[in-house]
C-alpha cells in the first residue's frame, strides 16, 4: 500500500525543519561571536586598591591603599589631567605640561595586606581627578578606581593669617617675671603657634601653643584658649610667634605665616593693697527678706543697732539679705558679725552677680558657702 502524507503533516515537518535551522544558525553564530571575543584569551580582572584617599599639600598630593588579596599584583598606574598652561604665562622651571599625565611603580608583595603610598610633586593648585589600576606581570588589569583630591600652594598661602594678639603684660610683682597673653580668635584651620622669646637666664625658648579640649564641655571638641602665659621672660626683650595651618585634617604639609615680632609690652600694674579702713559695703543700700535696716552696713558692731529677722523667716530658712555695691568691684573678703548666739547658725552661703538691676530672674553666683559659724567669721 503506498503511503500518504496529508498537506497538514507536512506543513509540520516543514515548521520543525524551519525551526531547527534557525537554531542551528543561531548556534553558529553565537559561537563565532564567544570565539572572537575570546580570541586573545579569557578576560582577567585583578583585585583593586582597598580604602583608596588621596592626601593634601602643598603643590603634591600622597596617594595610599591597601592590597589585601591578589598575590599576583606587581605594579601600579596612576593617570590625572594637568591644568592647562595659562596664555602669557611661562611655564616654571619643572612644572607639568598640561593635558593626561601618569605615574608607574613597582609592587612587591607580601605574604599579607600590603600598604602603598605614592607622591605627586609639581602639582599646580587645583581639584584633581585620580585614576588607578593596579597589573599582574601577565598584563592583566583592574577595573578603575577613582580618588578625588585637592592640591593647595600660593592661593592657599596668601589666604592664611598670623593669630591677632589683643595684649600682652609684664608682671614683675613679688619677684616674678611673666608676661600674660591675651588672644584674639583664629581660624579653624589654624592648629598651632610657634612663639620664641628670652627667659631671664639669657635662654632662647620655644613654646608651642595648641588647641586643648574644652573643658566646660570635652564632647564639644578642641578650642583654642584665649590666654597664655610665657614664665620667667627677660624684661625689655621682643617675642616674636607665626601661626600653622592645615588646609584639611590629613595633609601632608603644614602652611605656616612669617613670624610677627611683639614690642609693645605693657606692665601690670596691681591694685592697692585694700586697708582696714576700706569698707566697700559702709552705707550701702541694704534689700533684705524682711525688716529691712541699714544697720546691716552702718559700721557699728555693737547692739544697739542690728538687723533681727522675723520668726517666721527663720522657721523657714528663708533669710536673705543683699548689699549693691553699685559697680563691679573686686573684693578680698567679707565680714559677718553675730551678735547673738552665733552657734545656732549652722549654714550660710554668700553670692553674688554683676546684673544691675535685681528681680526674680536674677543670676546668683556662689562664692562661699558655710556650715558652721564662729562668733564673727572672715570670708
Known amino acids: 500500500m503506498k503511503k500518504t502524507m496529508s498537506i497538514n503533516q507536512s506543513l509540520r515537518y516543514f515548521f520543525f525543519l524551519v525551526l531547527a535551522g534557525c537554531l542551528f544558525a543561531s548556534c553558529s553564530k553565537q559561537d563565532a561571536t564567544y570565539s572572537s571575543f575570546l580570541k586573545n584569551g579569557e578576560i582577567v580582572y585583578n583585585g583593586k586598591p582597598d580604602q583608596l584617599q588621596v592626601l593634601s599639600g602643598n603643590d603634591r598630593v600622597q596617594l595610599q591603599w591597601y592590597i589585601v588579596s591578589d598575590p599576583k599584583i606587581t605594579k601600579a598606574k596612576i593617570f590625572w589631567n594637568n591644568p592647562a598652561q595659562v596664555d602669557g604665562k611661562d611655564p616654571q622651571p619643572g612644572e607639568r605640561i598640561g593635558g593626561r599625565d601618569s605615574v608607574e611603580i613597582n609592587i612587591q608583595r607580601s605574604s599579607g595586606t600590603d600598604s602603598v603610598k605614592v607622591l605627586i610633586d609639581r602639582l599646580k593648585e587645583g581639584i584633581y581627578t585620580f585614576d ?41 610683682t613679688e619677684s616674678k617675671s611673666d608676661v600674660y597673653l591675651e588672644w584674639f580668635g583664629v581660624a579653624q584651620q589654624a592648629i598651632k603657634i610657634d612663639l620664641k622669646y628670652t627667659d631671664v637666664s639669657g635662654t632662647s625658648k620655644t613654646v608651642y601653643m595648641q588647641k586643648v579640649v574644652n573643658p566646660s564641655d570635652p564632647r564639644s571638641g578642641m578650642i583654642w584658649e584665649t590666654t597664655d602665659t610665657l614664665w620667667n621672660y627677660k624684661e625689655g626683650e621682643l617675642f616674636t610667634y607665626r601661626t600653622a595651618y592645615l588646609p584639611e585634617p590629613n595633609s601632608i604639609d603644614t602652611f ?89 547658725i549652722t549654714y550660710y552661703e554668700i553670692l553674688y552677680t554683676t546684673e544691675a538691676t535685681i528681680g526674680s530672674s536674677t543670676k546668683w553666683t556662689r562664692a562661699f558657702i558655710k556650715l558652721e559659724s564662729p562668733d564673727a567669721e572672715d570670708i
Not at 589600576?133 to 593669617?161: C, L, P, R, W
Not at 605656616?256 to 593693697?273: C, K, M, Q
Request: glycine share 6%.
Open 256 to 344: 605656616y605665616t612669617d613670624y610677627v615680632e611683639v614690642s609693645n609690652i605693657g606692665y601690670f600694674i596691681p591694685p592697692p593693697p585694700p586697708t582696714a579702713s576700706s569698707n566697700l559695703a559702709l552705707g550701702t543700700k541694704v534689700t533684705a527678706s524682711s525688716s529691712a535696716t541699714q544697720a546691716l552696713t552702718d559700721g557699728d558692731r555693737s547692739n544697739a543697732a542690728k538687723w533681727q529677722p522675723n520668726s517666721g523667716e527663720r522657721a523657714d530658712l528663708n533669710v536673705w539679705f543683699y548689699v549693691d555695691l553699685g559697680e563691679s568691684m573686686d573684693i578680698n573678703k567679707t565680714q559677718v558679725y553675730f551678735t547673738k548666739d552665733p552657734g545656732k
Open 132 to 172: 588607578v589600576f593596579m597589573y599582574d606581570n601577565a598584563g592583566h588589569s583592574s577595573v578603575k578606581s577613582e580618588v578625588i583630591g585637592n592640591v593647595y600652594g600660593d592661593t592657599y598661602q596668601n589666604s592664611i593669617s598670623n593669630r591677632p594678639l589683643n595684649t600682652a603684660i609684664l608682671d614683675t
